[in-house]
């Protein structure tokens, strides 16, 4: 039971749950928005673990940090690629 409310963990809980539902969609817009909830929302964990000085959740959302911003680096680069079709050898765009 949550004995405490607590608006930025409430947030956080959200925008990764709201992350999730995103990412699971078709277009890459779609994702790329969940991959952007995850990124905020990962943010605010890992200041909680700061915070709440617990290296467990420091570490583990450092790590989905860095994991959100990756994938919504390859989601944005295969949107392009679906966009503008792939480089012909050699060349880059």
């Known amino acids: 039971m949550i004995a405490v409310w607590d608006p930025v963990l409430a947030a956080a809980v959200l ?3 709201a992350g999730a539902v995103l990412v699971a969609g078709r277009s890459a817009r ?3 928005l969940g991959f ?3 990124i905020v929302g990962n ?3 890992l200041a ?3 915070r709440a000085q617990n290296g467990y959740l420091v570490v583990m959302f450092a ?3 860095v994991m ?3 994938g919504l680096k390859n989601s944005a680069q295969l949107a392009r690629v679906r966009r503008e079709g792939p480089c012909e050898p050699g060349t880059s765009k």
Do not use: H
Request: proline share 0%; charged share 10%.
């Open 48 to 50: 909680e673990g700061i």
């Open 36 to 38: 952007g909830c995850w």
């Open 63 to 65: 790590f989905y940090l």
């Open 68 to 70: 959100a911003a990756i």
């Open 30 to 32: 779609v994702r790329g």
């Open 15 to 17: 925008l990764g749950i």
């Open 43 to 45: 943010l605010l964990w």
